[in-house]
């Protein structure tokens, strides 16, 4: 009997994890949605006099941001290309992706700071990933700070390691989106998890549970695509798991994120 397909549990916030489970189902994976957390609303303060751009470091800081404003002629810096295409699909007509991280979205608005007119205002998380504001303060750029949005956990410790502890049908990674996810397993999990990967967007997610002792490996990019070649990589290192996707259809060319990927056949 064949070997099911390898099992991949989605932790990101919904309706992102959706399109993640479609990328994976792609490559043959069985994707098993289950976040870790979830987004509530912040109504923070959104004073927009003096403010001569604007700055977004997550796809939900641009939403939050957007459904409570209805100003759209600011520019916006991005930090990545799918929260440049929130920004557009929201009706900001000025956008720039650093497509990068926090510090490649610092880097790109400290290269077009003369065009800043005013303040900069960085709309976002209670608990962000990085510190902008204070990556641009050697650069003379004075950064405002809204608070749109806060990530909460979702299921507790019991929860989590009972997800992971299914021996019938085990999960062979899981994926890691953000380091508020990262810290939020490592809080959960005592000990390695022999056979079990982790594939994290970020050095700052994957830290807490290498810390651990947990397999953790991390994205060449912060992006998902990026990911997704981790984990094929991953996957196809390991034997247990490689003749799983023998019966499977090509991974060559498949693609990801919009892009032509040259995926090594497993």
Known sequence: MNRP??????TRTMPAALRTADRLRAFGLRPELRPLLEVRPVDGQRDLSGVGALAFSS??????????????DLPVFAVGDATAQAALVAGFPQVRSASGDVGDLARLILDHR?????HLLWAGAREPAGDLAGALAPGGVETRTCVVYETASVMDDAEIAAVLDDAADPFAAVLVHS????????EALVGPRQGLEFVCISSAAAEPLAA???SARTADRPNEAQMLRRLLEALGERADWRAAFTGSPSHSGRRV??????IVRL
């Open 114 to 118: 003369a065009r800043i007119r005013g």
């Open 179 to 186: 380091p508020r996810a990262g810290r939020r397993l490592a």
């Open 59 to 72: 796809v939900n800081g641009v939403r939050e941001f957007a459904r409570r404003e209805r100003r759209r």
């Open 257 to 262: 994120s919009g892009r032509r990927k040259r």
């Open 5 to 10: 397909a390898p099992r991949v549990w989605v």
């Open 212 to 214: 651990k002792g947990l």
